[in-house]
């Protein structure tokens, strides 16, 4: 890890920033410790997550599921000293109100029996209005991504069959808000893209369970009832009396590529914006979406994926804000210190993106200890070593032993 700081920090000296070498693990912070842009060159780097089949499978890409039988470990609450971070429990009653009105949506695709969709458009409306707020914006974005990491189990086990697809829905969410962001949206066209990303998979609902949670690759005919979803979710949402177009046309289009390697052959700015920005969006998700036969990418990783084999399906504009929206060390995921000390990211400096907030967890031979929290900005001589997801803290501590 030290080295692939070593190779970010280097990277922007060339490029002419401003960075404290790691050398000198005790001098301050300097300000744009690193963007995730470090990222796009060919670097040479290993994935940290290894995977039996590759990302371009067909059925990895397409069936945006997981079994419900999934072992992915029940997530745990962590207990947070500081108040501005701390989940409040009006934010876990959003999340579950957003989550619900997600699954009767599903639900009614699933029976193909017309819904409506103004209870969750109201509720991403509430959140939207409360970033307004710039004092406030970013410990809303840290708390929401927090419940969200802390809850992704939960939401999936909400349903045993639809789970998988109300979760794909949060997290596609997240990721649209954050990008709809950087690309300046406004109020109304944020909370239309953040819809269409939330729904864009609505048809996968009226495919067979067999089918969705199937592990072995699929056959023609199945695979022929997974492209027909994306024009089932457009009919369905039609018959909801959606009119919106960003909606309607991310849910017909979003399997369309850039390079025009789609389903309908559509390329460039023949696909709808809304389409566009969806469509890689639901590619990122899918690579850090559990899998039964691979190991889901850390972030980074998914969108080095994404970067080396698939850069030209994807409009640069919306690959860059989704690029420099994701953080080198998601809130929600562990990372361990050079102290050996491991804890879970609770918080992110956007400008100091090496540096985040950390609730340490285990000590360096991976017991449990107090829960403490350890602000990187201020700590200068901790560095992150290594970035993980919950699942893989057992190998850490059996690796320790």
């Not at 939207?128 to 840290?142: F, P, R, T």
Request: aromatic fraction near 4%; hydrophobic fraction near 35%.
């Amino acid at each position: 890890m030290a080295k692939y700081i070593d190779l970010l920090r280097s990277h922007q000296q060339q490029n002419k920033s401003s960075v404290t070498p790691t050398s000198q693990p005790l001098s301050p912070p300097q300000e744009n410790d690193a963007s995730f842009e470090t990222l796009l060159p060919d670097e040479g780097l290993q994935t940290h997550q290894p995977r039996a089949t590759s990302p371009s499978n067909k059925n990895d890409l397409l069936v945006d599921e997981e079994p419900s039988t999934s072992k992915d470990p029940q997530p745990q609450a962590v207990q947070h000293t500081n108040s501005e971070i701390a989940p409040q429990s009006s934010d876990d009653h959003w999340l579950s109100d957003c989550t619900q009105h997600v699954l009767t949506l599903f639900k009614h695709a699933q029976q193909n029996t017309p819904s409506d969709i103004v209870p969750l458009s109201k509720c991403i409306s509430a959140l939207l209005s409360q970033l307004v707020d710039g004092k406030q914006h970013d410990i809303i974005m840290d708390t929401l991504e927090l419940n969200i990491a802390q809850q992704t189990q939960q939401i999936r086990l909400i349903d045993e069959d639809l789970g998988s697809l109300v979760q794909k829905s949060i997290l596609m969410m997240l990721y649209a808000i954050k990008t709809g962001q950087r690309l300046k949206l406004d109020h109304d066209k944020l909370r239309a893209h953040t819809l269409a990303s939330m729904l864009h998979h609505i048809g996968m609902a009226q495919v067979s369970p067999d089918i969705r949670h199937k592990k072995e690759r699929l056959n023609k005919a199945e695979l022929t009832k997974i492209k027909n979803a994306a024009h089932n979710g457009y009919l369905f949402l039609e018959q909801c009396n959606v009119t919106d177009s960003c909606i309607l046309q991310a849910a017909a289009q979003s399997p369309e590529r850039y390079d025009g390697r789609g389903e309908s052959g559509l390329s460039g700015s023949d696909i709808a914006w809304s389409a566009r920005l969806t469509g890689v969006l639901s590619m990122f998700e899918a690579l850090i979406h559990y899998r039964p036969y691979r190991a889901r990418l850390l972030p980074r990783d998914a969108i080095r994926e994404i970067v080396k084999h698939h850069k030209q399906s994807f409009d640069p504009m919306m690959l860059k804000a989704l690029i420099e929206s994701i953080s080198l060390y998601p809130i929600g995921t562990y990372v361990q210190l050079n102290s050996g000390e491991i804890g879970m990211v609770i918080r992110v400096h956007p400008r100091l993106p090496l540096r985040p907030v950390v609730n340490i967890e285990m000590d360096i031979q991976g017991s449990d200890v107090p829960p403490r929290q350890v602000d990187l900005k201020v700590q200068h001589n901790l560095t992150v070593e290594k970035c993980m997801y919950k699942e893989n803290l057992a190998d850490l501590k059996e690796a320790s032993a």
